[in-house]
C-alpha cells in the first residue's frame, strides 16, 4: 500500500485532524525507537518508525488515547 493511501485512513481513523495525527506518530515512533512492539501487521523490519506508527493508526490498533499519559 502506498504511504498516501496508509495517510488517508489513518486521518480517516482521527477523524481527518492532522494535528492529531501528527501527535500520535510522533509519540508512537519514540515509544517504538525506546523498544516498544509493533503492533501493524505486516512486514516492519525494513520500516522506519514514523511509517510503523502511523501504519498502526491506519489499521486502528492505536489512539489518541493510547498515548495520552495520566498525571
Partial sequence: MR??????????QV??????????VAK????????AIPLAEGDTSKMK???????EVAQGKIGLEAIVEEK
Avoid: C, V
Avoid at 477523524?15 to 500520535?24: E, T, V
Avoid at 518508525?49 to 501504519?55: G, H, K, P, Q
Fill in 3 to 12: 504511504t498516501e493511501q496508509i495517510t488517508a485512513r489513518a486521518l480517516k
Fill in 15 to 24: 477523524g481527518d485532524d492532522r494535528y492529531k495525527l501528527s501527535l500520535i
Fill in 28 to 35: 508512537r515512533a519514540e515509544a517504538l525507537a525506546n523498544g
Fill in 49 to 55: 518508525f514514523a511509517d510503523i506508527a502511523l501504519l
